[in-house]
């Protein structure tokens, strides 16, 4: 506040008896004004704390998008392009990976809990089927074709194994099955795993190939041949 300001606050707010303007020096002037504006009645309409925080951090966003417009080739509208091209991007890894539905640290195993039977997984699946469970009898078919081929020593009883490994594994010894092996691994995967959500036709596909594996004659391998002759 300026002297003059001071001394005309002061003149006003400090008067005599009879109501004339009194003359008070320059430093009592200016307190009895400071005094006079911190009450609550000019502060009303203040921004609260809150407000004043959003206010600061919208500047600094602001100082943000100003500086990197200035450096953005184009200017703001070059920034602009830049930002649509990423959200563009970011859009189509959502739209093909699917929402990423993984805990930390979760690990892609085949089955996850205690050993059933081939019939048991496939009993399971067939009751999701038949309340349109789509997601949860893909998922146990897919179980019951792998521990079937377990059964059958098509595939060796193995912990840990994921869908695809045991695709991969039994592609090996049924090559005329092994597309259709790979397929029922995404599939598994993409419902497992990727957020997505199988359908009718999905299932169906995965308990056709589980029965033409039932039929199927696993190839021996060189060292299974040898031992064999």
Do not use: C
Not at 70 to 93: C, F, M, Q, R
Not at 102 to 123: I, K, N, Q, W, Y
Request: proline fraction near 6%; aromatic fraction near 6%.
């Amino acid at each position: 506040m300026s002297t003059t300001g001071g001394v005309r606050t002061a003149r006003l707010l400090i008067r005599a008896g009879d109501d004339v303007p009194v003359d008070t020096p320059r430093i009592p002037a200016r307190e009895a004004a400071e005094r006079e504006l911190s009450k609550p009645m000019y502060h009303e309409n203040d921004p609260n704390l809150l407000q004043r925080a959003l206010n600061r951090f919208w500047d600094w966003v602001g100082s943000i998008f100003d500086a990197a417009s200035g450096a953005a080739p184009g200017g703001p509208l070059g920034l602009l392009v830049l930002i649509l091209v990423v959200i563009g991007l970011v859009t189509a890894l959502w739209w093909r990976l699917g929402t990423p539905q993984r805990t930390p640290g979760s690990v892609d195993t085949l089955f996850d809990d205690g050993p059933r039977s081939a019939s048991e997984h496939r009993a399971a699946a067939e009751k999701h089927a038949t309340a349109g469970r789509w997601n949860q009898a893909v998922q146990e078919r897919m179980r019951a074709i792998v521990r079937s081929l377990e059964e059958r020593v098509v595939l060796d009883p193995r912990p840990g194994r994921t869908a695809d490994e045991a695709a991969d594994e039994a592609g090996r010894s049924l090559p005329d099955h092994a597309d259709g092996l790979r397929a029922s691994a995404r599939e598994f995967d993409d419902v497992t795993y990727g957020g997505r959500t199988a359908d009718r036709q999905a299932y169906l596909r995965l308990r056709d190939l589980d029965v033409e594996l039932e039929r199927a004659k696993p190839r021996l391998t060189g060292a299974a041949q040898g031992a064999a002759e």
